[in-house]
T-cell receptor, first 116, second 114 residues
């Protein structure tokens, strides 16, 4: 079964608009972390934002915020005031905490294209 | 700011040859990982390394793969006899562990097997 599901393979958004990238996850572990990474065409993985399962508030980092709905098992990324430089692949990932291993499981990604 | 480094950035090899991909994790991190990403696909976990031993490996990480931390700084991934399907971007990552904070990724090594 898919642990991380990203249902939007591609999105086109007008510059300066806000965009929401969807992510749902599946785990029975009460302790986990959710991450968003950005992968530009150059290929590197850039960390954007992190949400812990016990965090009471939604995470925010500058223009990025994570809409964490625990009961629905969703962790959507919201980018406010999109810029041309936001065009990239975006991956949602989950970490299930285990002794000696905190591997990330990634979704299939969403390719975001910002239109001028 | 400390970062994970990887060398080489691009490696081209012939099928059947051995390759070693190198990584220098962040110095005070305890957990080390290799992931791979076949072109156009998602990032997949290969192996995690903690306390000088493999803590988990995926089904991709078969007998052709091995990892080593030969000294206090380097972390290597060896593929003994490369296949065409090993062509991918290989990412090294490290973290402090204990469920704290992010996992830092290196810039990746693009491996092309001909």
């Amino acid at each position: 079964a898919q642990k991380i599901t990203q249902t939007q393979p591609g999105m086109f958004v007008q510059e300066k608009e806000a965009v929401t990238l969807d992510c749902t996850y599946d785990t029975s572990d009460p302790s986990y972390g959710l991450f968003w990474y950005k992968q530009p065409s150059s290929g590197e993985m850039i960390f954007l934002i992190y949400q812990g399962s016990y965090d009471q508030q939604n995470a925010t980092e500058g223009r990025y915020s994570l809409n964490f709905q625990k009961a629905r098992k969703s962790a959507n990324l919201v980018i406010s005031a999109s810029q041309l430089g936001d065009s990239a692949m975006y991956f949602c990932a989950m970490r299930e905490v285990g002794f000696g291993n905190e591997k990330l499981t990634f979704g299939t990604g969403t390719r975001l294209t910002i239109i001028p | 700011e400390p970062e994970v480094t990887q060398t080489p950035s691009h490696q081209v090899t012939q099928m059947g040859q051995e390759v070693i991909l190198r990584c220098v994790p962040i110095s005070n991190h305890l957990y080390f990982y290799w992931y791979r990403q076949i072109l156009g696909q998602k990032v997949e976990f290969l192996v995690s390394f903690y306390n000088n031993e493999i803590s988990e490996k995926s089904e991709i990480f078969d007998d052709q793969f091995s990892v080593e931390r030969p000294d206090g700084s380097n972390f290597t991934l060896k593929i003994r006899s490369t296949k065409l399907e090993d062509s991918a971007m290989y990412f090294c990552a490290s973290s402090k562990g204990q469920g704290v904070g992010e996992q830092f990724f290196g810039p990746g090594t693009r491996l092309t097997v001909l």
